[in-house]
T-cell receptor, first 111, second 113 residues
Protein backbone atom coordinates (compact mmCIF):
# COMPACT_ATOMS: atom_id res chain seq x y z
CA UNK A 1 0.00 0.00 0.00
CA UNK A 2 0.90 3.65 0.06
CA UNK A 3 1.50 5.94 3.02
CA UNK A 4 2.63 9.56 3.11
CA UNK A 5 3.46 11.39 6.33
CA UNK A 6 4.12 15.06 6.90
CA UNK A 7 3.75 17.29 9.97
CA UNK A 8 0.30 18.76 10.50
CA UNK A 9 1.33 22.29 11.40
CA UNK A 10 4.42 24.50 11.46
CA UNK A 11 5.02 28.11 12.41
CA UNK A 12 7.78 30.49 11.40
CA UNK A 13 8.54 34.20 11.22
CA UNK A 14 9.04 36.47 8.23
CA UNK A 15 12.49 36.25 6.71
CA UNK A 16 13.23 32.88 8.26
CA UNK A 17 13.89 29.51 6.61
CA UNK A 18 11.56 26.56 7.14
CA UNK A 19 11.90 22.91 6.12
CA UNK A 20 8.79 20.76 5.66
CA UNK A 21 9.52 17.04 5.70
CA UNK A 22 7.66 14.27 3.94
CA UNK A 23 8.20 10.53 4.27
CA UNK A 24 6.53 8.04 2.03
CA UNK A 25 6.08 4.33 1.49
CA UNK A 26 5.08 3.14 -1.96
CA UNK A 27 5.56 -0.04 -3.93
CA UNK A 28 6.29 1.63 -7.27
CA UNK A 29 7.70 5.13 -6.75
CA UNK A 30 7.53 7.25 -9.87
CA UNK A 31 8.03 10.84 -8.73
CA UNK A 32 7.26 13.22 -5.89
CA UNK A 33 5.44 16.55 -6.12
CA UNK A 34 4.99 19.48 -3.78
CA UNK A 35 1.92 21.69 -4.05
CA UNK A 36 0.94 24.89 -2.27
CA UNK A 37 -2.68 25.43 -1.31
CA UNK A 38 -4.00 28.66 0.14
CA UNK A 39 -7.17 28.43 2.20
CA UNK A 40 -10.23 28.04 -0.01
CA UNK A 41 -8.20 27.73 -3.19
CA UNK A 42 -6.95 24.98 -5.49
CA UNK A 43 -3.50 23.43 -5.11
CA UNK A 44 -0.78 24.96 -7.28
CA UNK A 45 2.39 23.19 -8.39
CA UNK A 46 5.67 24.00 -6.66
CA UNK A 47 8.18 21.30 -7.52
CA UNK A 48 8.83 17.82 -8.88
CA UNK A 49 11.57 15.31 -7.98
CA UNK A 50 12.09 11.92 -9.55
CA UNK A 51 15.86 11.54 -9.04
CA UNK A 52 17.81 11.93 -5.80
CA UNK A 53 19.03 15.38 -5.02
CA UNK A 54 18.03 18.98 -4.68
CA UNK A 55 15.88 20.97 -7.08
CA UNK A 56 16.04 24.73 -6.60
CA UNK A 57 13.46 27.18 -7.86
CA UNK A 58 13.82 30.68 -6.49
CA UNK A 59 13.00 30.81 -2.79
CA UNK A 60 11.77 27.22 -2.84
CA UNK A 61 13.88 24.05 -3.01
CA UNK A 62 12.90 20.41 -2.83
CA UNK A 63 15.06 17.43 -1.94
CA UNK A 64 14.52 13.73 -2.55
CA UNK A 65 16.15 10.58 -1.22
CA UNK A 66 14.53 7.55 -2.79
CA UNK A 67 16.45 5.05 -0.67
CA UNK A 68 15.13 6.68 2.51
CA UNK A 69 11.64 7.41 1.18
CA UNK A 70 12.15 11.01 2.21
CA UNK A 71 11.69 14.46 0.77
CA UNK A 72 11.70 17.98 2.10
CA UNK A 73 10.53 21.35 0.88
CA UNK A 74 12.74 24.26 1.90
CA UNK A 75 11.29 27.75 1.93
CA UNK A 76 13.74 30.66 2.28
CA UNK A 77 13.16 34.33 3.08
CA UNK A 78 9.67 33.59 4.28
CA UNK A 79 6.93 36.06 3.47
CA UNK A 80 3.45 36.42 4.95
CA UNK A 81 1.97 35.21 1.67
CA UNK A 82 3.73 31.86 2.20
CA UNK A 83 1.15 31.06 4.88
CA UNK A 84 -0.63 28.10 3.29
CA UNK A 85 -0.89 24.32 3.28
CA UNK A 86 1.92 22.42 1.59
CA UNK A 87 0.95 19.09 0.10
CA UNK A 88 3.40 16.27 -0.57
CA UNK A 89 2.20 13.90 -3.30
CA UNK A 90 3.71 10.75 -4.75
CA UNK A 91 3.08 9.09 -8.07
CA UNK A 92 2.91 5.34 -7.62
CA UNK A 93 3.05 3.17 -10.71
CA UNK A 94 0.57 0.79 -9.17
CA UNK A 95 -1.92 3.65 -8.76
CA UNK A 96 -1.82 4.52 -12.42
CA UNK A 97 -1.15 8.11 -13.40
CA UNK A 98 -2.81 9.77 -10.44
CA UNK A 99 -1.11 11.18 -7.36
CA UNK A 100 -1.31 9.98 -3.77
CA UNK A 101 -1.46 12.99 -1.46
CA UNK A 102 -0.37 13.44 2.13
CA UNK A 103 -2.66 15.33 4.51
CA UNK A 104 -0.69 18.52 4.10
CA UNK A 105 1.32 20.77 6.40
CA UNK A 106 -0.26 24.08 7.39
CA UNK A 107 2.43 26.75 7.62
CA UNK A 108 1.73 29.97 9.50
CA UNK A 109 4.14 32.85 8.94
CA UNK A 110 4.04 35.68 11.46
CA UNK A 111 5.67 39.09 11.44
CA UNK B 1 -6.77 29.90 -22.18
CA UNK B 2 -9.02 29.29 -19.16
CA UNK B 3 -7.23 26.13 -17.95
CA UNK B 4 -9.49 23.89 -15.85
CA UNK B 5 -12.96 25.20 -15.05
CA UNK B 6 -15.51 23.71 -12.68
CA UNK B 7 -19.17 24.41 -12.09
CA UNK B 8 -20.91 25.01 -9.79
CA UNK B 9 -18.67 26.69 -7.23
CA UNK B 10 -20.96 25.82 -4.35
CA UNK B 11 -24.03 23.64 -3.97
CA UNK B 12 -26.28 22.44 -1.16
CA UNK B 13 -27.99 19.09 -1.72
CA UNK B 14 -30.58 17.22 0.27
CA UNK B 15 -29.93 13.58 1.13
CA UNK B 16 -30.91 11.36 -1.79
CA UNK B 17 -30.71 14.08 -4.44
CA UNK B 18 -28.53 13.73 -7.51
CA UNK B 19 -26.27 16.17 -9.26
CA UNK B 20 -23.46 16.44 -11.78
CA UNK B 21 -20.26 18.36 -11.13
CA UNK B 22 -18.93 19.75 -14.38
CA UNK B 23 -15.24 19.93 -15.33
CA UNK B 24 -13.81 21.28 -18.57
CA UNK B 25 -10.23 21.87 -19.68
CA UNK B 26 -9.05 23.71 -22.77
CA UNK B 27 -5.41 22.52 -22.75
CA UNK B 28 -6.04 19.39 -24.84
CA UNK B 29 -4.88 17.23 -21.94
CA UNK B 30 -5.42 13.50 -22.19
CA UNK B 31 -5.41 12.82 -18.45
CA UNK B 32 -8.15 14.08 -16.14
CA UNK B 33 -8.84 13.41 -12.47
CA UNK B 34 -11.44 13.95 -9.79
CA UNK B 35 -10.33 14.38 -6.19
CA UNK B 36 -12.21 15.13 -2.99
CA UNK B 37 -10.71 16.99 -0.05
CA UNK B 38 -12.21 16.77 3.41
CA UNK B 39 -11.25 19.32 6.10
CA UNK B 40 -7.70 18.78 7.34
CA UNK B 41 -7.16 15.93 4.94
CA UNK B 42 -5.23 15.47 1.76
CA UNK B 43 -6.81 14.96 -1.62
CA UNK B 44 -8.22 11.53 -2.35
CA UNK B 45 -8.67 10.28 -5.90
CA UNK B 46 -12.22 9.39 -6.89
CA UNK B 47 -11.92 8.58 -10.61
CA UNK B 48 -9.52 9.32 -13.40
CA UNK B 49 -9.40 9.12 -17.19
CA UNK B 50 -6.48 8.62 -19.56
CA UNK B 51 -8.40 9.70 -22.63
CA UNK B 52 -11.84 10.02 -24.18
CA UNK B 53 -13.87 6.88 -23.56
CA UNK B 54 -11.52 5.51 -20.88
CA UNK B 55 -12.13 5.87 -17.15
CA UNK B 56 -10.96 4.04 -14.07
CA UNK B 57 -11.63 4.00 -10.33
CA UNK B 58 -9.43 5.72 -7.83
CA UNK B 59 -9.19 5.29 -4.07
CA UNK B 60 -12.75 6.37 -3.13
CA UNK B 61 -15.13 5.72 -6.08
CA UNK B 62 -18.21 4.51 -4.19
CA UNK B 63 -21.24 6.74 -4.67
CA UNK B 64 -19.86 8.40 -7.80
CA UNK B 65 -19.84 7.86 -11.54
CA UNK B 66 -17.95 9.49 -14.38
CA UNK B 67 -17.93 9.62 -18.15
CA UNK B 68 -15.45 10.96 -20.70
CA UNK B 69 -17.12 11.41 -24.07
CA UNK B 70 -14.76 14.21 -25.16
CA UNK B 71 -11.19 15.22 -24.41
CA UNK B 72 -12.36 18.47 -22.83
CA UNK B 73 -15.08 17.32 -20.43
CA UNK B 74 -15.02 14.99 -17.43
CA UNK B 75 -18.27 15.25 -15.42
CA UNK B 76 -18.68 13.63 -12.00
CA UNK B 77 -22.12 12.28 -11.11
CA UNK B 78 -23.51 11.81 -7.60
CA UNK B 79 -26.60 9.62 -7.81
CA UNK B 80 -27.89 9.49 -4.23
CA UNK B 81 -26.22 12.18 -2.17
CA UNK B 82 -25.22 11.27 1.37
CA UNK B 83 -23.82 13.49 4.18
CA UNK B 84 -20.50 11.65 3.84
CA UNK B 85 -20.14 13.24 0.40
CA UNK B 86 -19.94 16.72 1.92
CA UNK B 87 -16.53 17.83 0.70
CA UNK B 88 -14.62 20.03 -1.70
CA UNK B 89 -14.24 18.45 -5.12
CA UNK B 90 -11.30 19.27 -7.36
CA UNK B 91 -10.91 18.37 -11.00
CA UNK B 92 -7.41 18.25 -12.46
CA UNK B 93 -5.78 17.53 -15.79
CA UNK B 94 -2.33 16.79 -17.18
CA UNK B 95 -0.87 16.30 -20.64
CA UNK B 96 1.11 13.19 -19.78
CA UNK B 97 1.46 10.72 -16.94
CA UNK B 98 5.09 11.58 -16.37
CA UNK B 99 6.71 14.43 -14.54
CA UNK B 100 4.37 17.08 -15.75
CA UNK B 101 2.26 18.60 -13.06
CA UNK B 102 -1.47 18.31 -12.77
CA UNK B 103 -3.42 21.55 -13.19
CA UNK B 104 -6.31 21.97 -10.78
CA UNK B 105 -9.66 23.64 -11.20
CA UNK B 106 -10.96 26.06 -8.54
CA UNK B 107 -13.06 23.40 -6.82
CA UNK B 108 -16.73 22.77 -6.06
CA UNK B 109 -17.88 22.99 -2.45
CA UNK B 110 -20.68 20.52 -1.80
CA UNK B 111 -22.81 20.37 1.33
CA UNK B 112 -25.23 17.47 1.76
CA UNK B 113 -27.90 17.97 4.43
Amino acid sequence: GQNIDQPTEMTATEGAIVQINCTYQTSGFNGLFWYQQHAGEAPTFLSYNVLDGLEEKGRFSSFLSRSKGYSYLLLKELQMKDSASYLCAVRDQQAGTALIFGKGTTLSVSS
Amino acid sequence: NAGVTQTPKFRILKIGQSMTLQCTQDMNHNYMYWYRQDPGMGLKLIYYSVGAGITDKGEVPNGYNVSRSTTEDFPLRLELAAPSQTSVYFCASSHTAGGETQYFGPGTRLLVL
